[in-house]
């Protein structure tokens, strides 16, 4: 009945006997260890379980673990490169993005994608942007901050060209 | 004293972790050999239960245990209720239901298995037979004596009947009235949904006789106790931790009964057992808020002088109570005078059972109802009146002058300018060139309206003789033998960001580094017993417990500094981080020979002030913890616990203005201004205040705007899932602009308030107002919430 998955999460390739039911969040938890991707819905209104599959942004509690077979897999633990934090992690550390945190790393993957898709988007485009993210304590208003902070650095970086 | 972290915007030191994704909440906790338990809901809201068929189930491979409530009822107690109402009926509330159900999401059995997914193919193979019964659903039918017995050992379904009564004589004032104004108000059901769902992680750990309880809550120790005396464990065998929390919002200031039902099994099994909350689980059985159905009558003067107040309210309790379940409509009733001189006020209280989950503290608990009534209230009246709502609410504050100043409710408000925070936001909006655009806009067709909130609110629950389960807080401060400092705190934050306030006062008052500061909180087996947060106490009296006890570890430390600077104690001073000698040499006590003892010699016969000898706290700690040079009856280490009992509540406020425009074709709303003014007293952290501020005025929204709690008239849950329990949204939310004033207060010693439920009690009205003045030429001058376009669609065409 198992199938074997094998994906990349981080960069790092990981193997595993599943069954065609387990969900990939489930897979990204419980099979590889991280636990930084949380569950807050099970139906993909809340975005918790956000994470990049293939460079775009997807609800990991809606989808299989088979069907992410031969993926890349991005998540929270994985967008701090050398030690040095993400612009957006950064701009919800600076502009008080978090309170319970429990959103956060949905909404900071959610985030990613939006600045990839639009480098220099409008406080508006920010909010449509995270339609999908359920956020219960911060009122959004310093994760839109957060956002256009991150957007700021990320310009700035590409400006002085390094 | 330095400040160089109190009062600054200091970027949280809970973040780092939280931000990377490697913070740990229940779920994300493993231990080896988990059994995961899972549970069985009743599908009706009220139905007999004739019998439970396990037999499949528990046949089913990686099944290890099954559990309904014949099997528990004689070993785990009844989940508790703490009020002292004293017509209050209390049925007993099982953990898993045994004979009948009583509400929809009612847990019935419990499956223990090693795979979450087999767990969940095994409750499939249950059978439960139900005789199902008439539900009891609408709360002003069951108020009135309709529907079957939902416990049947009672003569009613009414729960509780509660008369508060306070003031001058309110039949004087109904009949010195020119005009009595009434409305009925209604505050809706709302599910709190913080976003990490509850959980537990149980491990009993035989051979030590000892259980650890991971949970997601608001209150560990409360939690520890109750838990303790639900399964019949000593309370000093049980350790309960909470790790990360994700949300609570009052919907974790509970005690539940899957934390003792995990902690039985686990106990049963000598394994250790986790359940985890699914969200549909968390709206059908995490306790629900508001729920209040009311008729309001003012006694005015026409000139809009409030003489007195009625307010005659149905509570829908739901099926069993909660922790607090009939004492939240209780807070509302102390809370009815609003921010206004209000001589005579009568609350008439009916409590109702009904076949739904219990309702109980939902941020603002209590308050945001009373505000909510008040604000409106008002608003009806100017509007009756043909006045300005904003004069129809200054006339009625009283003066700064009038502070403290007693309620007819029999509340003392501690301090407050309402007017200076009223004209703030009326001036941060231009109100009077506001009012003239309004006009000019409804000339060419459009439809904008104003509205206006001035709260006030009780926080920093409280002192004890208030509250049903103790109102102090406690804290420990220890400075280490290295200097690094320790806070224990009873307080239980849980997005707050209480690791980064206690800090920044610790570290300007000890003069050291804030990251030399650590918060420890959530574990009753390292941090002294404590109450938790919840009623924006946290600060107010958790960081007051602080202080004290570092008062306490400062004075000691002065001890020991004099000690080793050879000066008596009145002779040090202590300044960011360093004791000095600051009245005279120190070589007068040692050429007496004693030791460096501290000598209180007569002032004429010292030799004269030698100052600038100093002596670091880090110095001091060292010094404390090797013991070999302490001044007589001096114990070694750097420690001190403070047990803070507060003297009053603490009474923040403000004015929110909202400005609307609504759709007439299709009744969409949308919020062109938000403004709000809060006073909630002194400020450790803006940017946690503003947080604090704009997560309360989007709930207070989501209250106006979107969410409600649906019951069919079956009792089937209709909103049980986030696709249909309509939680705000980033792009459906405005910008705020937030303000403040400084009121300080002399009930702590930090003069701080609370403010973590100010935003949702702000809100709510502050949208409604500014949505009914929007329709106001229309007749309209009340909408039930939610403020659906539909609704406001019917009411503009309903000629």
């Known amino acids: 009945m198992k199938q074997s998955v094998s994906l990349t999460i981080n960069g790092k390739s990981f193997q595993q006997e599943v069954e065609p039911r387990m969900l990939l969040v489930h897979l990204i938890r419980d099979e590889a260890g991280l636990t930084g991707t949380h569950i807050g819905c099970e139906t993909s209104i809340c975005g918790a379980c956000t994470v990049l599959l293939n460079g775009q942004s997807v609800k990991s509690c809606t989808i299989l673990a088979v069907q992410a077979d031969g993926a890349q897999i991005t998540t929270i633990e994985g967008l701090a490169a050398n030690g040095q934090l993400h612009p957006v992690q950064e701009g919800f550390w600076e502009q008080h993005g978090l309170q319970c945190g429990y959103c956060t790393p949905g909404m900071i993957m959610s985030s990613c994608q939006i600045l990839d898709r639009n480098p220099n988007p409008s406080e508006e485009e920010i909010r449509e942007g995270l339609e999908g993210n359920l956020c219960r304590c911060t009122g959004y208003q310093h994760i839109a901050d957060a956002v256009n902070y991150a957007a700021n650095k990320m310009k700035a970086h590409s400006a002085s060209g390094d | 004293m330095a400040s160089r972290y109190v009062g600054q915007k200091i970027k949280r030191t809970e973040d780092p972790r939280l931000i990377k994704g490697i913070g740990h909440y229940v779920d994300d906790i493993k231990l080896p050999d988990t059994l995961h338990c899972v549970i069985l809901h009743s599908i009706y809201a009220h139905a007999r239960i004739n019998s439970i068929d396990t037999e499949a189930a528990a046949a089913l491979p990686g099944v290890v245990a099954i559990y309904t409530g014949a099997d528990i009822k004689d070993k785990i107690g009844n989940v508790p209720v703490a009020s002292a109402l004293e017509t209050l009926k209390?049925?007993?509330?099982?953990?898993?239901?045994?004979?009948?159900?009583?509400?929809?999401?009612?847990?019935?059995?419990?499956?223990?298995?090693?795979?979450?997914?087999?767990?969940?193919d095994a409750l499939d193979l249950i059978v439960v037979d139900y005789d199902p019964l008439d539900a009891v659903v609408d709360p002003e039918k069951t108020a009135a004596g309709e529907g079957p017995l939902i416990h049947e050992q009672f003569s009613d379904n009414i729960a509780v009947t509660w008369k508060l009564e306070g003031g001058s004589s309110i039949d004087d004032a109904f009949k010195n009235?020119?005009?009595?104004?009434?409305?009925?108000?209604?505050?809706?059901?709302?599910?709190?949904?913080?976003?990490?769902?509850?959980?537990?992680?149980?491990?009993?750990?035989?051979g030590e006789n000892e259980l650890t309880l991971w949970s997601s809550t608001q209150i560990p120790h409360l939690m520890r106790t109750q838990v303790a005396l639900m399964i019949g464990l000593p309370e000093n065998r049980l350790r309960v931790i909470t790790p990360e929390v994700g949300g609570g919002f009052g919907s974790k200031l509970n005690v539940y009964g899957e934390e003792a039902l995990c902690s039985f099994i686990s106990m049963q099994l000598h394994r250790p057992v986790k359940w985890i909350e699914t969200r549909r689980e968390n709206i059908q059985n995490t306790i629900h808020g508001r729920g209040q159905i009311g008729n309001m009558e003012v006694a005015v003067k026409n000139d809009g002088t409030l003489l007195g107040l009625k307010y005659k309210v149905i509570a829908d309790l739901g099926a069993y109570h909660q922790l607090l379940t009939p004492a939240i409509p209780t807070l509302t009733g102390l809370m009815l005078s609003g921010a206004y001189k209000i001589p005579a006020i009568l609350m008439e209280l009916t409590g109702v059972f009904t076949n739904k989950v219990a309702t109980d503290a939902y941020r603002g608990a209590g308050r945001p109802e009373a505000t909510f009534i008040v604000e409106r209230i008002v608003d009806v009246v100017a509007q009756e009146l043909n006045l300005d709502p904003v004069d129809v609410r200054r006339r009625n504050f009283p003066k700064p002058n009038e502070f403290p100043f007693a309620t007819a409710t029999g509340l003392f408000y501690d301090s407050g300018n309402y007017d200076a925070a009223l004209d703030k936001a009326l001036e941060m909006v231009d109100y009077k060139e506001l009012r003239t655009q309004q006009k000019k806009a409804r000339d060419e067709g459009k439809l904008i309206g104003i509205g206006v909130s001035s709260y006030v609110e009780i926080c920093a629950l409280g002192p004890s003789a208030a509250m049903p389960a103790g109102g102090w807080e406690s804290a420990t401060v220890r400075v280490e033998p290295t200097g690094k400092v320790t806070v224990l705190t009873g307080t239980s934050p849980h997005g707050q960001g209480q690791e980064t306030s206690f800090a920044q006062i610790v570290a300007d008052s000890l003069g050291v580094d804030l990251n030399d500061v650590l918060v420890i909180h959530g574990d009753t087996s390292i941090v002294q017993?404590?109450?938790?947060?919840?009623?924006?106490?946290?600060?107010?009296?958790?960081?007051?417990?602080?202080?004290?006890?570092?008062?306490?570890?400062?004075?000691?430390?002065?001890?020991?500094?004099?000690?080793?600077?050879?000066?008596?104690?009145?002779?040090?001073?202590?300044?960011?981080?360093?004791?000095?000698?600051?009245?005279?040499?120190?070589?007068?006590?040692?050429?007496?020979?004693?030791?460096?003892?501290?000598?209180?010699?007569?002032?004429?016969a010292l030799p004269e002030p030698n100052p600038g000898k100093t002596v670091s706290i880090q110095e001091v700690a060292l010094a404390a913890h090797l013991a070999n040079n302490l001044p007589p009856d001096t114990e070694p280490g750097l420690s001190a616990t403070h047990f803070f009992e507060p003297k009053n509540f603490t009474f923040p406020f403000g004015t929110h203005i909202c400005v609307v425009e609504v759709d007439k074709e299709t009744g969409e709303i949308e919020i062109l201004r938000y403004v709000a003014v809060d006073d909630c007293g002194k400020v450790i952290n803006p940017l946690l205040v503003h947080g604090q501020v704009h997560g309360g005025i989007v709930q207070g929204l989501g209250q106006a705007l979107y969410e409600e709690v649906v019951y069919d008239e079956t009792g089937q849950l209709i909103t049980g899932t986030l696709m249909d329990y309509a939680v705000p949204k980033a792009h459906q939310m405005p910008r705020m602009e937030l303000d403040r004033t400084e009121t300080p207060t002399d009930v702590n010693p930090l003069g701080i308030k609370g403010v973590g439920e100010a935003g949702t009690i702000g809100a709510t009205p502050c949208i409604v107002n500014a949505v009914v003045d929007a329709l106001s030429q229309f007749g309209v001058r009340d909408i039930e919430m939610p403020l659906k376009p539909e609704k406001l669609w019917r009411l503009m065409n309903q000629n």
Do not use: W
């Open chain 2, 90 to 120: 209390v049925p007993p509330h099982p953990v898993l239901a045994v004979d009948k159900v009583r509400y929809v999401g009612e847990p019935v059995a419990a499956v223990v298995a090693n795979d979450k997914y087999i767990a969940r």
């Open chain 2, 177 to 206: 009235a020119d005009r009595i104004v009434k409305q009925r108000l209604v505050n809706q059901r709302l599910a709190p949904i913080a976003m990490e769902p509850r959980g537990v992680l149980a491990r009993y750990l035989p």
């Open chain 2, 529 to 604: 017993y404590g109450i938790g947060t919840f009623g924006s106490r946290a600060t107010a009296v958790g960081g007051t417990a602080v202080v004290m006890a570092m008062d306490k570890v400062v004075t000691k430390a002065k001890k020991i500094a004099a000690h080793l600077l050879q000066a008596g104690d009145a002779e040090i001073s202590f300044d960011n981080g360093k004791f000095c000698c600051v009245t005279r040499a120190p070589e007068k006590a040692a050429a007496e020979g004693v030791g460096g003892a501290v000598v209180q010699s007569p002032a004429a």
